[in-house]
């Protein structure tokens, strides 16, 4: 079983960066595909990307395509989310998520392991 904790989440102006961490502890994450989701008030959780278990396979949401980039580091159990051209409708809580099956996903329940989520807001 893995634990995810994120961070890196804050308040940023439009046109800003901010860079999303999650860390893994308990198994390896190598042997995870991992994701990143968002969750606006009032709306549902929604797919941002995804990575494969090596970095090779990465995909995005059409929203986030040129603005994000997701990466992961095996050796420090950590996925990254980078976010350039922040806008306000990115405003959300941002959750990591781990799949122990082989592929990703695109879709939350893809995904049997969660972190608790930080929180992004976008002035304009």
């Known amino acids: 079983q893995v634990q995810l904790v994120e961070s890196g989440g804050g308040l940023v102006q439009a046109g800003g960066s901010l860079r999303l961490s999650c860390a893994a502890s308990?198994?390896?994450?190598?042997?995870?595909?991992m994701g990143w989701f968002r969750q606006a008030p009032g709306k549902e959780r929604e797919f941002v990307a995804a990575?494969?278990?090596?970095?090779?396979?990465?995909q995005y949401t059409d929203s986030v395509k040129d603005r994000f980039t997701i990466s992961r580091d095996n050796a420090k159990n950590t996925v990254y989310l980078q976010m350039n051209s922040l806008k306000p409708e990115d405003t959300a809580v941002y959750y990591c998520?781990?799949?122990?099956?082989?592929?990703?996903?695109?879709?939350?329940?893809?995904?049997?392991?969660w972190g608790q989520g930080t929180q992004v807001t976008v002035s304009s």
């Open positions: 998520a781990a799949r122990s099956t082989l592929g990703v996903a695109l879709t939350a329940n893809g995904y049997g392991y």
């Open positions: 308990g198994r390896t994450m190598s042997t995870y595909s």
């Open positions: 990575i494969s278990r090596g970095g090779a396979s990465t």
